[in-house]
């Protein structure tokens, strides 16, 4: 039976985003500014009943994680961000139903903090480095819409030589999870 609020996967590129199925899929754009002007437009537009983020990301070489690892954002910080705490926040926990609907969904993932920074390398105190989570997170925050982020590893952080990063495998494993994160989420949000 479909649903009758849409699940929406939101990724900043085309290669990260699985056709659609049974949920609506937005190109959000790189970095912070595009995903969260992207993201409040779809959820004005939309209404969904959840928002699953999910693309390629960097991993610290000593994280251990080898492309095209599978990573749930248990929490996602803005590493750009150095106001105190009081004038904005720099961390978003994800939905706690869609983080055990992702679990369920991806049980070989692992659960880590991923850092949200505008340019590649900019993380600090993540192992996990991408451009767009907490600004995706932030947004579905403010608007009361539950969601969560799903990155893939393509590359070391500290590997500067992007001929060896690994972008098809990580595009591949993150379009291969969409389907089967969008039916545990859906389950979850009905």
């Known amino acids: 039976m479909p649903q009758t609020t849409p699940i929406l996967v939101l990724a900043a590129t ?16 790189v970095g912070p500014v595009e995903a969260a002007a992207a993201t409040a437009a779809a959820i004005a ?10 693309g390629i990301a960097g991993a610290r070489r000593a994280a251990g994680l080898v492309p095209p690892a599978l990573v749930i954002g248990g929490v996602a910080h803005y590493c750009d961000l150095t106001v105190p705490p009081q004038f904005a926040p720099r961390s978003v926990t994800p939905d706690a139903q869609l983080l055990a609907a992702a679990r369920r969904a991806l049980p070989n993932a692992v659960v880590m903090a991923i850092g949200t920074s505008a ?3 900019g993380s600090s105190d993540c192992d996990v480095e991408a451009m767009e989570g907490f600004a995706v997170l932030r947004a579905a925050q403010l608007a ?3 969601a969560i982020e799903v990155r893939a590893i393509s590359n070391e952080i ?17 379009v291969a999870a969409t389907p089967t994160l969008v039916a ?7």
């Open 14 to 29: 085309d290669r990260e985003l699985a056709l659609p199925g049974d949920w609506i899929a937005v190109r959000c754009g």
């Open 45 to 54: 537009a939309h209404r969904p009943a959840a928002i699953i983020h999910v």
């Open 119 to 121: 340019r590649v390398g």
């Open 144 to 146: 009361g819409v539950p």
């Open 158 to 174: 500290e590997d500067t030589d992007r001929a060896r990063w690994q972008f098809e495998a990580a595009f591949a494993a993150i």
């Open 184 to 190: 545990e989420a859906a389950a979850c949000v009905r």
